[in-house]
C-alpha cells in the first residue's frame, strides 16, 4: 500500500443498565426537572452501579463489542489507546488495563488525559501512527466512570454527567479512497484550568484527610466562563477547519459535537448555519459522559451513515482544550 490515511472501520458503544433521572435527582438535591431540561437539555443518565467495577470496565465492553462485531482477533489489535478522564488508577494507564480484560496482548498501549477533548485528541494521535504506516488494527476507545468522580451532593455539577464507553476501529486505506481522517484542528490553553478541575489526589495535593474534607476528589466547575469559552472554542475550530479545507455548511452530513451542554450544541450549530437535523445529539438520554460522547453518537447514528459522508467532530473539555476533527466516512452504516 502506497500513502495511507486512517479510516474509522467500526464503531460500539455500551452503557450501563441503571438509569439515573432528574426526577431522582430532585430527590438528593435541590433541582427540578425543568431547570435541568432547560439549562442542559439532559433528562437522564446512565450509572454504573456494579460494585468493584472501573473505567476500564466500561472500557472493555465496548471494545469487545467492537472486536466481535468487525470480526477481529484481538491478537490482531497492534495499538490501543484509551481516553479517559476516570482512570482506574493513577497507573498502571487504563489502556493497558482494558487490553488485558479483553485479551489484547504486546500491543502498543498507552492512556490520553484531555478531559472531553479525549476522543479526538487520542482519535488523532492515532490516526497519526496509521499514516505513518506502524499500525494496521487500532481501537481507540473514549471510557469514563464520571459517578466516581461526582459529587451527588453539588447540584451544579451532579446533574450533568454520566457513564459510558465506546470504542472505534481505525485501519489503514488509501489515500485515493478519499476517506478517513482528512483534518484536524486541535488547542488548549492551560489558563482554562482554574475554571474545571479536580485537584485531590494528584501530585500537586495527595490524597490526605484535607483533600478529602475539602472534597478535592470531586469535579468542580465553574460553568459561566466554561460555558462560554466550549461555544467560542468550538466554533472557531470548526470554522478553521472546513475554511482550509474549502468546506461549505452544505458540504458537511453531519456535525458530531461532544455532548457537554444542549445549548452549547445547538448555539455552536446556529452560529456554523448547520441544521440541527445534521447534528447528532443524544445528551438527554446520557448527560456528558466525558470522552465517550463522541463515538457514542457515531455508534447511534451508525445505520444512517455512508461512505463518503462528511462528518465534522467537535469537543471542547478540561484544560481547556478543545477541536475539530473532519472524517470521510468510510463505509455504508449496518454493514
Ligand atoms: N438546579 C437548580 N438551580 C441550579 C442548579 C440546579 N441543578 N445548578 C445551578 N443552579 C442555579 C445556580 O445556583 C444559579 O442561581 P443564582 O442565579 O441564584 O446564583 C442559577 O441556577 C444559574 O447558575 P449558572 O451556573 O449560571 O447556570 P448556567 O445557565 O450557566 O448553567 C451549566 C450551568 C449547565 C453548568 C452551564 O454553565 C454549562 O453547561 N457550562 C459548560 C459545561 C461544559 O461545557 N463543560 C466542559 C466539558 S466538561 C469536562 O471537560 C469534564
Same mark, same amino acid.
Given at each position: 500500500?502506497?500513502?495511507?490515511?486512517?479510516?474509522?472501520?467500526?464503531?460500539?458503544?455500551?452503557?450501563?443498565?441503571?438509569?439515573?433521572?432528574?426526577?431522582?435527582?430532585?430527590?438528593?438535591?435541590?433541582?427540578?426537572?425543568?431547570?435541568?431540561?432547560?439549562?442542559?437539555?439532559?433528562?437522564?443518565?446512565?450509572?454504573?452501579?456494579?460494585?468493584?467495577?472501573?473505567?476500564?470496565?466500561?472500557?472493555?465492553?465496548?471494545?469487545?463489542?467492537?472486536?466481535?462485531?468487525?470480526?477481529?482477533?484481538?491478537?490482531?489489535?497492534?495499538?490501543?489507546?484509551?481516553?479517559?478522564?476516570?482512570?482506574?488508577?493513577?497507573?498502571?494507564?487504563?489502556?493497558?488495563?482494558?487490553?488485558?480484560?479483553?485479551?489484547?496482548?504486546?500491543?502498543?498501549?498507552?492512556?490520553?488525559?484531555?478531559?472531553?477533548?479525549?476522543?479526538?485528541?487520542?482519535?488523532?494521535?492515532?490516526?497519526?501512527?496509521?499514516?505513518?504506516?506502524?499500525?494496521?488494527?487500532?481501537?481507540?476507545? $473514549?471510557?469514563?466512570?464520571?459517578?466516581?468522580?461526582? #459529587?451527588?451532593?453539588? !447540584?451544579?455539577?451532579?446533574? %450533568?454527567? /454520566?457513564?459510558? @464507553?465506546?470504542?472505534?476501529?481505525?485501519?489503514?486505506?488509501?489515500?485515493?479512497?478519499?476517506? $478517513?481522517?482528512?483534518?484536524?484542528?486541535?488547542?488548549? #490553553?492551560?489558563?482554562? !484550568?482554574?475554571?474545571?478541575? %479536580?485537584? /485531590?489526589?494528584? @501530585?500537586?495535593?495527595?490524597?490526605?484527610?484535607?483533600?478529602?474534607?475539602?472534597?478535592?476528589?470531586?469535579?468542580?466547575?465553574?460553568?459561566?466562563?466554561?460555558?462560554?469559552?466550549?461555544?467560542?472554542?468550538?466554533?472557531?475550530?470548526?470554522?478553521?477547519?472546513?475554511?482550509?479545507?474549502?468546506?461549505?455548511?452544505?458540504?458537511?452530513?453531519?456535525?458530531?459535537?461532544?455532548?457537554?451542554?444542549?445549548?452549547?450544541?445547538?448555539?455552536?450549530?446556529?452560529?456554523?448555519?448547520?441544521?440541527?437535523?445534521?447534528?447528532?445529539?443524544?445528551?438527554?438520554?446520557?448527560?456528558?459522559?466525558?470522552?465517550?460522547?463522541?463515538?457514542?453518537?457515531?455508534?447511534?447514528?451508525?445505520?444512517?451513515?455512508?461512505?463518503?459522508?462528511?462528518?465534522?467532530?467537535?469537543?471542547?473539555?478540561?484544560?481547556?482544550?478543545?477541536?475539530?476533527?473532519?472524517?470521510?466516512?468510510?463505509?455504508?452504516?449496518?454493514?
Amino acid at each position: 500500500m502506497g500513502k495511507v490515511r486512517a479510516a474509522i472501520t467500526g464503531v460500539h458503544g455500551w452503557v450501563p443498565e441503571d438509569v439515573l433521572t432528574n426526577a431522582d435527582l430532585e430527590k438528593m438535591v435541590d433541582t427540578n426537572d425543568e431547570w435541568i431540561r432547560t439549562r442542559t437539555g439532559i433528562q437522564e443518565r446512565r450509572i454504573l452501579k456494579e460494585p468493584g467495577t472501573a473505567s476500564s470496565d466500561l472500557g472493555a465492553r465496548a471494545v469487545r463489542g467492537l472486536l466481535e462485531k468487525t470480526g477481529t482477533s484481538p491478537d490482531e489489535v497492534d495499538f490501543i489507546i484509551c481516553a479517559t478522564a476516570t482512570p482506574d488508577m493513577m497507573f498502571p494507564d487504563t489502556a493497558n488495563i482494558i487490553a488485558d480484560k479483553v485479551g489484547i496482548k504486546n500491543a502498543f498501549a498507552f492512556e490520553v488525559n484531555a478531559a472531553c477533548s479525549g476522543f479526538l485528541t487520542a482519535l488523532l494521535t492515532a490516526a497519526k501512527y496509521v499514516e505513518a504506516g506502524m499500525y494496521k488494527k487500532v481501537v481507540v476507545v $473514549g471510557a469514563d466512570k464520571m459517578s466516581s468522580i461526582v #459529587d451527588y451532593t453539588d !447540584r451544579s455539577t451532579c446533574i %450533568l454527567f /454520566g457513564d459510558a @464507553s465506546a470504542a472505534v476501529l481505525l485501519e489503514p486505506v488509501p489515500v485515493e479512497e478519499n476517506t $478517513g481522517v482528512m483534518d484536524a484542528v486541535m488547542r488548549s #490553553d492551560g489558563s482554562g !484550568r482554574e475554571y474545571l478541575y %479536580l485537584k /485531590g489526589g494528584g @501530585s500537586l495535593h495527595p490524597a490526605s484527610h484535607e483533600t478529602v474534607d475539602n472534597k478535592w476528589h470531586y469535579i468542580y466547575q465553574d460553568g459561566r466562563p466554561v460555558f462560554k469559552a466550549a461555544v467560542q472554542g468550538m466554533a472557531e475550530a470548526v470554522q478553521e477547519v472546513m475554511a482550509r479545507n474549502g468546506l461549505k455548511p452544505s458540504d458537511i452530513d453531519w456535525v458530531v459535537p461532544h455532548q457537554a451542554n444542549r445549548r452549547i450544541i445547538e448555539a455552536v450549530a446556529n452560529m456554523m448555519d448547520f441544521p440541527l437535523e445534521r447534528v447528532m445529539i443524544n445528551i438527554h438520554k446520557y448527560g456528558n459522559t466525558t470522552t465517550a460522547t463522541i463515538p457514542l453518537c457515531l455508534w447511534e447514528w451508525e445505520s444512517q451513515l455512508r461512505k463518503g459522508d462528511n462528518l465534522i467532530l467537535t469537543a471542547f473539555g478540561g484544560g481547556f482544550t478543545w477541536g475539530a476533527v473532519w472524517v470521510k466516512w468510510a463505509y455504508d452504516g449496518g454493514k
